[in-house]
C-alpha cells in the first residue's frame, strides 16, 4: 500500500504511511450485539499532487485504474 497512487476527489494521491496497529485493551461488550473491530480505522497520510501531506481516513481513496 505505501508507494501506491490512489485518486482523492479525481486527484492523484501517494500514499507515505499506513500504519496497520491491532487494538490493545478492547472492552468486553456489554450486549451480544455490540461489536468493536480488532483494528482501528485506517487513517494513511498522503502526498497530494502539490506536495501537501495530509493525514486522512484510507476509506474514500479509490484505487488508480491503469
Excluded: S
Excluded at 500504519?19 to 450486549?31: I, L, Q, S
Excluded at 497530494?48 to 486522512?56: C, I, Q, S
Aim: charged share 25%; net charge positive.
Amino acid at each position: 500500500m505505501i508507494g501506491r497512487t490512489y485518486l482523492e476527489a479525481g486527484q492523484p494521491v501517494v500514499v507515505q504511511v499506513a500504519p496497520y496497529e491491532k487494538r490493545a485493551g478492547r472492552p468486553t461488550p456489554r450486549f451480544p450485539l455490540v461489536r468493536v473491530g480488532d483494528y482501528a480505522p485506517r487513517n494513511v497520510l498522503i502526498r497530494r499532487a502539490g506536495g501537501e501531506l495530509v493525514v486522512r481516513p484510507f476509506r474514500g481513496l479509490r484505487r488508480l485504474t491503469p
